[in-house]
């Protein structure tokens, strides 16, 4: 329920119909609990799957979970990042210690991928 957070899935939510023409799912990861995700969701009308990872297992083994400064101390937390995943499981692109500001469009204009090449998430 953080603003870069709301703001990010909002975005990604205004854009979905552009992420599905393009055959990319979008999914958001967080270590947030269950319910947690089903009120941000609500809340925001958020048309795109939330996972739960409150145990951190699958954040660590994406590499997400990174030592932060916060406010002077060196806290654990998850580097707000996107994947772009193909098909067969392989990550294609990542962005990381992403700024939200138009992060959405940028990943839609990735998906568009070099000339004669497969879109990432494609069938």
Not at 32 to 55: A, T
Not at 88 to 108: D, I, N, Q, S
Request: aromatic share 6%; glycine share 10%; with cysteine.
């Amino acid at each position: 329920m953080t603003p870069g957070c709301t703001q990010e899935a909002c975005d990604f939510r205004d854009l979905l119909a552009r992420f599905s023409a393009k055959k990319a799912r979008v999914v958001g990861l967080s270590k947030l609990g269950l319910e947690s995700k089903r009120k941000f969701k609500e809340k925001h009308s958020l048309n795109f799957l939330l996972l739960s990872d409150p145990e951190q297992a699958f954040l660590k083994e994406l590499g997400v979970v990174r030592k932060k400064n916060m406010y002077g101390k060196m806290v654990e937390g998850i580097e707000r990042t996107t994947m772009i995943v193909s098909a067969a499981g392989t990550v294609e692109k990542a962005w990381h210690k992403v700024k939200v500001t138009g992060h959405a469009e940028e990943v839609l204009a990735a998906l568009q991928g070099p000339p004669g090449r497969p879109q990432p998430g494609g069938r």
